[in-house]
């Protein structure tokens, strides 16, 4: 039998990734996200039911939050990482040795801002509490999710929704509760935190009496955080789209207006099928509301949404007493 070659660790994925990301995607949703950061500082300078006090703190770690965009500027060195073709529980021992070595030699040295907990490749994206960091990777900037070809609606609906959501994750029931160093400090007066509670309540009453599977209600409280942030995140986008494309003549498309199209795009993230018994496994375990009410939910509070697609009051997509937090 041949000697077993060892090879360098090469990460195809990112190599493939790279020749798709073109620069004008990035710089895309460079625009995109600062467009959603300044809704969101529109938004919380105009909050009636919030003090100038906490007002100033929310601002404050606003400001601060850094924007992850793409890929890390420094990456990450494998070269110390020998992969063995057939030989794949080793190739897994390794590499977990290797992970294992790479963070306890973070031990003693400065934090390293810089770092990101997801790779290039992957779809999704994610908010660090202690990091103060929002996060998206070049994965989840790629088509079907975000296309630099098609025009701001859905592109906005889509991953301006998901930036906006993992911007409000900063400023939900758990990342209020962090400062802007990503300290854990409550930095919300008492009246204020109160009126915060009061309308995650909503949230979490709306959200409680949906059904995920069979009699099986969605936990409400379980999921506030997530259902806050998309909730935020769906609002903050479709205002920055509008003032991103402010004396714009936008024509419809495909047999949508810009507005539908918004939402259309909106609601293609979630497309999915899950089997009863997962639905029943997350209905008590996941933080994430079901697909259909994070997109169904979500919009039944946005009077926006009513208009566009003229549901009339007293329809099911039409909530009467909606919520709304940020």
């Given at each position: 039998m041949a000697a077993t070659k060892t090879l360098p660790f090469l990460p195809i994925a990112l190599l493939t990734l790279a020749k798709t990301f073109a620069p004008e995607t990035k710089d895309r949703a460079v625009k995109m996200t600062k467009e959603i950061e300044a809704a969101m500082e529109r938004d919380i300078q105009t909050l009636p039911w919030m003090g100038e006090g906490t007002r100033r703190?929310?601002?404050?770690?606003?400001?601060?939050?850094?924007?992850?965009?793409?890929?890390?500027?420094?990456?990450?060195?494998?070269?110390?990482l020998a992969i063995q073709p057939e030989d794949f529980a080793g190739n897994v021992i390794r590499a977990s040795e290797f992970e294992s070595r790479r963070q306890l030699n973070k031990?003693?040295?400065?934090?390293?801002?810089?770092e990101w907990g997801m790779t290039p490749p992957t779809v999704d994206a994610y908010y660090d509490a202690q990091m103060n960091d929002i996060n998206f990777p070049a994965g989840v900037l790629q088509p079907p999710l975000f296309d630099p070809k098609m025009d701001d609606a859905p592109n906005y609906g889509n991953t301006g929704a998901t930036i906006g959501h993992e911007l409000t994750h900063g400023f939900d029931d758990e990342g209020r509760q962090f400062d802007a160093l990503g300290n854990l400090k409550d930095w919300w007066t008492e009246k204020d935190g109160a009126e915060f509670d009061r309308r995650a309540k909503c949230v979490v009453d709306q959200y409680s009496s949906y059904i995920a599977v069979d009699d099986?209600?969605?936990?409400?409280?379980?999921?506030?955080?997530?259902?806050?942030?998309?909730?935020?995140?769906?609002?903050?986008?479709?205002?920055?789209?509008?003032?991103?494309?402010?004396g714009q003549d936008l024509k419809p498309a495909d047999g949508l207006t810009p507005d539908q199209r918004f939402f259309v795009g909106m609601a293609q993230w979630a497309c999915g099928e899950v089997r009863p018994e997962l639905k029943r496994e997350r209905a008590l375990t996941d933080p994430h509301s079901p697909l259909e009410y994070r997109i169904n939910g979500v919009v039944s509070n946005m009077p926006e949404f009513r208009k566009g697609?003229?549901?009339?009051?007293?329809?099911?997509?039409?909530?009467?007493?909606?919520?709304r937090v940020w």
């Open positions: 703190q929310a601002l404050a770690k606003l400001h601060a939050i850094v924007s992850k965009i793409g890929y890390p500027d420094k990456w990450r060195d494998y070269s110390a031990i003693g040295k400065p934090l390293d801002r810089g099986i209600h969605i936990n409400g409280k379980l999921t506030n955080g997530e259902d806050i942030a998309d909730l935020g995140g769906a609002m903050l986008a479709y205002y920055a789209w509008k003032h991103a494309t402010e697609f003229g549901c009339a009051v007293g329809q099911s997509m039409v909530r009467e007493n909606a919520c």
